[in-house]
Structures are given as structure tokens and as C-alpha cells.
């Protein structure tokens, strides 16, 4: 602020002073020695003649007056003089200079994690320049730039990401600056960098990337194909990789990974990457002849191009072939008999080729009919005879063997024995997971097992045989039906039409779930499996009780068929054991062949 005051006589009105100077005035006051005036006139007017002259007036009894309403930054000559009614002093003057004014209107675009441009009204009065200061709220070191006076923005630099910064922008001309104007911003979050996609299968995929710089509570996760929905994720702000699971296979994938505050959310860093393919599944061999065998499979998800087929012995015979892509199924040829074949089948998109899946098999003997026998009857067939142990696959499926006793001579042969009594070496009370399961040495006394009684029977018709000896006389009886229901019924029994020399014992027991002395499944009052000590498809309670207490000869509670030797008798040998019902015919069969 610069001021100057002359008088050409002795004044009336002296000592004019200038005070609390701002961008758009200024405080005048002044003193004088007499209360003669009717009033005090003020001119105010811009030394450059910009503007035109301003007039102002104060009573007589104040001494000081405010000014506003002048341009900033702007020098203004001052004239004050006192009036009565007919005359007026000599005039007072002064020089003062208003304040520069701060920009206003100040506001942010193109905010990005590192740069921000800040935007403000120039005034009215000309600038020499701005200088622009900015420094994180929470603290650190000030940059400061400056621009020109002639420019309204200007671009903020080096910024760090998701941090609020505080920005004041202040007008300079000469030695004189203006207020700050200040305003706040916030940058955005940095993107994750680096985002990598690594052990990729058909399946899964693990996604990997580098931290944002800027503090974040966490990341979303977002990857998609073209025929699924996109999934989303949420992952820590401390995490870097994730595991990306329940892919679609041979799939291509575009992958976003956001960072994450609870008010802002960065620009995506963006990856792609393409599934493995799957590879085939269910891979088996069927109709195993001595010279051939027929694979079947089931195709992967992912679209491909062929199939690459591989088999070999353990003697180093290996062949490969390629198939179609559409190829579900291929035959086998030329193979020795009697001879493990290890396969490995392998689908192949373009560049991408698949796991591969893998099984063996047996050719049969030259004669043999069944690879895969799935009972006594089947195993006789392959030329077998001689009764003992062997090794039947339930339903034909190769991976269900189970080992069984074959009866291969009684009646034609061909029969699975599921029970023997014939010393009493063997506890036959036991429970119900034991009667499920099975027990015994099958060289002796045993059980085959509810578990597998059902499963053999459920894959075929069956008929039952029961084998009586007793002190030299024999007795048998037959029936042309034997099923074993479902678990959850208990495994309920099912008989058909009686024939034989033994009597029909067991009809009585047709129908009945079996019992234990731990699972009454009977229908009388008392407990039969437990007042009997035994197991077996009690009614009330029984007509047949071969699991009983073996020798006890007291009413009901030994080796019992009621029709042969009665209630008070535990008979010495008894065998249960089944066969297809239809073997007679294979027999047949075989022999015209």
C-alpha cells in the first residue's frame, strides 16, 4: 500500500490515512480541528482513468468510512474534503492500492492416480503470474508450481494415488500476492500391475498381480467367457494371487482385477487367458475278446481337433493312433490272448493337448467267452470246473471284483455259495454291520454279505439252491427266484416257485426285511434274531433259521428248516447259493456250439 497527501493551504481537514486495505476497497479516516461541517465528500478514482470517478459521503460527526465496490489490485487517487452550505475546505488526497484478489472458482478435472488439473477464474486485473501449492492432508512435502498470469488451469503432477490433497492457488504480481485460494481433490486409486495368469488347467487358473501403491481394503475380481456368467470376487487389500476354480474348459477367459476402498474403486488392470483342455472321461473296455476289445469314453467339454490313442503290454508292444474328434469308441485289433493291455487316451485342441486318462484290461484265454465273468455260471463258461475260489466282477464292471465260492458241480455248476455251516467254528450271532458286510473263511463256514447278495442279484434274475446234509441223508430245495431288495428296505427277500425234496420252508420268509439282534425288522412281539441266536429273515419268527447256534437242538434256536428235520434238530450241513436262472440254457448253448 502506497500513500501521499499535500495540502496547497492550511487544511480544514488533515491526516488522511488509508487502512485495512482488501481486494475491492478500503478504511479512510481522517481528522480535523472544528465540528463545522455539514458533511464529508469522498472521490475515488482509478489512477489509469479506467473507470469512471466515484463519489462517496460521511455526516459530519464520523471520521472514518469504508470503501468498497473498487477493482482489485488497482491504484486509486483519493480526494476528501468537508462542506457547509456555502462553502467547502481545501481538499485532502491520498494514493492507495487495492489488494489482488484470489482466483475463485476453483475445481478439479481429469483426476487420475497421479496428476489432477485444477481450474479458476482469472480477475478482473491483470497477473503477472499464479503459484500453486499442493501437499497431501494427512502431511508431507509441498510441491509448488507456477503459471502464467494469462492461464486459468494447469496440470498437478506427481501426485500420489487415492490420497486427498489440499491445493491453494494464489495471484502474484510484483512484490504483492494475493489471499489463497484453496480447494481439496483426491486422486484415484492406481491400478494392480503386473496381472499374470499362471498353472493354468481346464479346470482352474491361478491369477497373480502386484499391489496398488495406494492403500486399499481389498480387490474385486472379475473373470468371464463367453458361455458362462461372469463371477466376482472379493480378495483382502493384502492379497496378490487367487485361485480361480470351476472353470469352463478350452475356454478363452478375460480376467479384471480392481483396487478397492469403501469410496472409491480403481480402473481395472485387465489380463486374458485360455482353459486347458479337459480330458476325456470314462474310459473303459468292453466285449474283451482273445483278439480284441472295444474302448469306450465320453468327450471333454472343450471343443478339439482329434484324439491321440496309445496302447501297450508290458512286453513293450505299443501302437498309437489318431482319431476324429467326434470318435466316442474304438475297436481294438490283433491283440494276443491272455495278455494285459495298458490304454492312454489324450484329446487335443490345436497347440493344447489334454491330461491323459488312462485304463487296463485282460484279454480273455483263446475260448474264453466272459472277460469280465460276472458270476459262477459266466466263470464256468470260460471252461472253469473245478469248484473253489473266484474272482466274479459284479455287473460285468471291471473295477467291482469280488472274490466268491464257486460250487461248480452241484446241478451243473456254476453256483455263488453266500453261506456254509458245517462245524460250528464260526460265531454266526452277530450284527447288523456284520451281516451287511459279510465274515467267515470261504474254505469253511461264512457269509458273503447282504451288501453284495443285493448287488449280484440287482444286475440279473437269480435262483436260489439250498444244500441239506445231515448224518449221511441229503435234502435240497430250489427256487426259480431270489432277489435282495434295496438297502433301505432292509434288504427284503423275494422268492420264487418252490421245487425240491427239502420241504418249502422258506416261502414263509418271503417278503420279510432281515433281522438282527440289533435291527428287529420281525414281525413278532418278542426280539426273533435274539431269542433264536441268529440272523435271517425272521417273521413270526421263522420256519428256516440257518444262521442259528449250530448243534443246539433245543426248540428254534439251532440249524432249522422245519419242512426236513424240524424245530428240535440243528441239521449238520447247510449251504445257500445262487445262480442265473437261465443257466441251463447256456449250457445248452455251449454245447451246440
Given at each position: ?41 469522498i ?8 473507470a ?19 477493482m ?44 489432477a488439473r ?33 492461464v ?50 481346464d479346470?482352474?487358473?491361478?491369477l497373480l ?46 480376467v ?44 471333454p ?23 476324429s ?17 495298458s ?93 451287511t ?33 445231515d ?18 428296505t ?23 426285511p432281515?433281522?438282527t439282534y440289533?435291527n ?14 441268529g ?15 449250530y ?43
Amino acid at each position: 500500500v502506497s500513500l501521499s497527501a499535500s495540502t496547497e493551504a492550511e487544511p480544514e481537514v488533515e491526516h488522511l490515512f488509508v487502512s485495512d486495505v482488501t481486494a475491492d476497497g478500503f478504511r479512510l479516516s481522517w481528522t480535523t480541528d472544528h465540528d463545522l461541517f455539514d458533511r464529508f465528500v469522498i472521490k475515488v478514482r482509478d489512477s489509469k482513468r479506467l473507470a469512471h470517478p466515484q463519489e462517496f459521503s460521511a455526516r459530519s460527526d464520523k471520521r472514518t468510512k469504508v470503501i468498497t465496490g473498487l477493482m482489485s489490485g488497482t491504484e486509486y487517487e483519493i480526494e476528501l474534503y468537508g462542506v457547509t452550505v456555502d462553502q467547502r475546505s481545501q481538499p485532502i488526497t491520498a494514493v492507495a492500492q487495492t489488494a489482488l484478489s484470489a482466483p475463485k472458482g476453483l475445481h478439479f478435472t481429469e483426476v487420475t492416480d497421479s496428476t489432477a488439473r485444477v481450474h479458476w477464474s482469472r480477475p478482473d486485473f491483470d497477473i503477472e503470474k499464479y503459484r500453486i501449492t499442493y501437499m497431501p492432508q494427512e502431511g508431507g512435502i509441498p510441491l509448488s508450481m507456477t503459471a502464467d498470469g494469462s492461464v486459468s488451469e494447469i496440470l498437478l503432477i506427481n501426485m500420489l494415488p487415492g490420497k486427498a490433497y489440499q491445493v491453494t492457488v494464489t495471484a502474484l504480481k510484483g512484490l504483492e500476492e494475493s489471499e489463497p485460494s484453496s480447494g481439496s481433490v483426491t486422486t484415484a486409486l492406481d491400478s494392480p500391475r503386473g496381472v499374470t495368469v499362471d498353472n493354468i488347467t481346464d479346470t482352474s487358473a491361478l491369477l497373480l498381480w502386484k499391489p496398488c501403491v495406494a492403500t486399499v481394503e481389498g480387490y474385486v475380481i472379475t473373470y468371464s467367457t463367453e458361455s458362462a456368467s461372469p463371477v466376482m470376487e472379493h480378495v483382502s487389500g493384502n492379497t496378490v494371487e487367487f485361485e480361480m476354480n470351476s472353470l469352463l474348459p478350452g475356454s478363452l477367459y478375460s480376467v479384471e482385477v480392481n483396487g478397492l476402498t469403501e469410496t472409491q474403486k480403481s480402473t481395472p488392470a485387465v489380463t486374458e487367458f485360455t482353459t486347458g483342455v479337459d480330458p476325456p472321461r470314462d474310459l473303459k473296455a468292453d466285449n474283451i475278446q482273445p483278439d480284441s476289445a472295444v474302448l469306450t469314453w465320453k468327450p471333454p467339454h472343450a471343443a478339439i481337433t482329434s484324439y491321440t490313442l496309445t496302447f501297450f503290454t508290458a512286453v513293450g508292444v505299443n501302437r498309437e493312433v489318431t482319431l476324429s474328434p467326434t470318435a466316442s469308441s474304438y475297436t481294438m485289433t490283433q491283440l494276443t490272448a491272455s495278455t494285459e493291455y495298458s490304454v492312454r487316451l489324450q484329446a487335443i485342441a490345436a497347440a493344447k493337448r489334454s491330461r491323459y486318462v488312462t485304463t487296463t484290461f485282460s484279454t480273455s484265454k483263446a475260448g474264453q467267452v466272459f472277460a469280465w465273468p460276472r458270476d459262477c455260471a459266466q466263470i464256468l463258461l470260460n471252461g472253469e470246473t473245478a469248484s473253489g475260489l473266484y474272482t466274479i466282477y459284479i455287473g460285468g464292471d471291471d473295477t467291482q471284483p469280488l472274490q466268491v465260492y464257486c460250487d461248480m458241480t452241484t446241478d451243473g455248476g456254476g453256483w455263488i455259495v453266500f453261506l456254509r455251516r458245517q462245524n460250528g467254528k464260526l460265531e454266526f450271532f452277530r450284527n447288523w454291520k456284520s451281516y451287511t458286510a459279510g465274515f467267515g473263511n470261504m474254505n469253511d463256514e461264512f457269509w458273503l454279505g447282504l451288501s453284495n447278495l443285493h448287488k449280484i442279484t440287482s444286475s440279473g434274475q437269480y435262483e436260489l439252491r439250498v444244500d441239506l446234509r445231515d448224518k449221511g441223508a441229503s435234502a435240497y430245495a430250489q427256487y426259480d427266484g431270489f432277489t435282495i431288495a434295496e438297502p433301505r428296505t432292509r434288504y427284503k427277500l423275494y422268492l420264487g416257485a418252490y421245487s425240491g425234496t427239502a420241504g418249502d420252508s422258506m416261502t414263509y420268509h418271503n417278503g420279510r426285511p432281515f433281522s438282527t439282534y440289533d435291527n428287529d425288522n420281525d414281525i413278532a412281539v418278542t426280539n426273533c434274531a435274539l431269542s433264536y441266536k441268529g440272523a435271517f429273515w425272521y417273521k413270526n419268527c421263522h420256519r428256516v433259521n440257518l444262521m442259528g447256534k449250530y448243534g443246539d437242538n433245543s426248540h428254534s434256536k439251532g440249524i432249522n428248516w422245519f419242512h426236513w428235520k424240524g424245530h428240535e434238530h440243528s441239521i449238520e450241513f447247510a449251504e445257500m447259493k445262487i445262480r442265473p436262472s437261465n443257466v441251463k440254457n447256456f449250457e445248452r448253448r455251449k454245447k451246440q456250439s
